[in-house]
T-cell receptor
């Protein structure tokens, strides 16, 4: 089956810098993408999502960019804070009657004070 | 509104023992999911229930059974635990309206010795 993957397993940034977490997907039929944040010892929490008919979507301090040409997804976090330290997962849904999200392996973001 | 709750939080089993992981949601969501998460890996889908009365296999169903008891509750059973089932188990629910956002519980950390 097709899967979602991440370019970088770990990312270390300084507090106040912007962070960019990347994700590659291989299923061209996927029409919905979602980013989750998982803090140590907790369940994943929703950050932001985007449909395939969009290229960009912004939330509070976060932006998701979707490049369907190269099947690439990125999560940008502005002014990264220590509380942003976590594992970030991207996931895709191929739509239709498919009820399943396919998750990537995750990127560990560490924010240094 | 508690969201998604899971019991127990921690469990240690001996090989061959059985147990049931409980999950409940109070958001009136239609779909529910069971995932396992192993170190350095993303979430892998074990079973899901698109709606009350239906269940389907996910990516890694072997060794597990599920019951969608009612709209609120979705349980995962290990009939004969094996060390390979040592993992963190997450339950999730999804409303399935305009998005595929899944809401996750806090997880159950299971160790099989």
């Amino acid at each position: 089956g097709e899967s979602v993957g991440l370019h970088l397993p770990t990312l270390s940034v300084q507090e106040g810098d912007n962070s960019i977490i990347n994700c590659a997907y291989s299923n061209s039929a996927s029409d919905y993408f979602i980013w989750y944040k998982q803090e140590s010892g907790k369940g994943p929490q929703f950050i932001i999502d985007i449909r395939s008919n969009m290229d960009k979507r912004q939330g509070q301090r976060v932006t998701v960019l979707l490049n369907k040409t190269v099947k690439h997804l990125s999560l940008q976090i502005a002014a990264t804070q220590p509380g942003d330290s976590a594992v970030y997962f991207c996931a895709e849904n191929s739509g239709g009657s498919n009820y399943k999200l396919t998750f990537g392996k995750g990127t560990l973001l560490t924010v240094n004070p | 509104n508690a969201g998604v709750t899971q019991t127990p939080k921690f469990q240690v089993l001996k090989t061959g023992q059985s147990m049931t992981l409980q999950c409940a949601q109070d958001m009136n969501h239609n779909s529910m999911y069971w995932y396992r998460q192993d170190p350095g890996m993303g979430l892998r889908l074990i079973y899901y229930s698109a709606s009350e009365g239906t269940t389907d296999k996910g990516e890694v169903p072997n060794g597990y059974n599920v019951s969608r008891l009612n709209k609120r509750e979705f349980s995962l059973r290990l009939e004969s635990a094996a060390p390979s089932q040592t993992s963190v188990y997450f339950c999730a629910s999804e409303k399935r309206d305009r998005s595929y956002e899944q809401y996750f519980g806090p997880g159950t950390r299971l160790t099989v010795t």
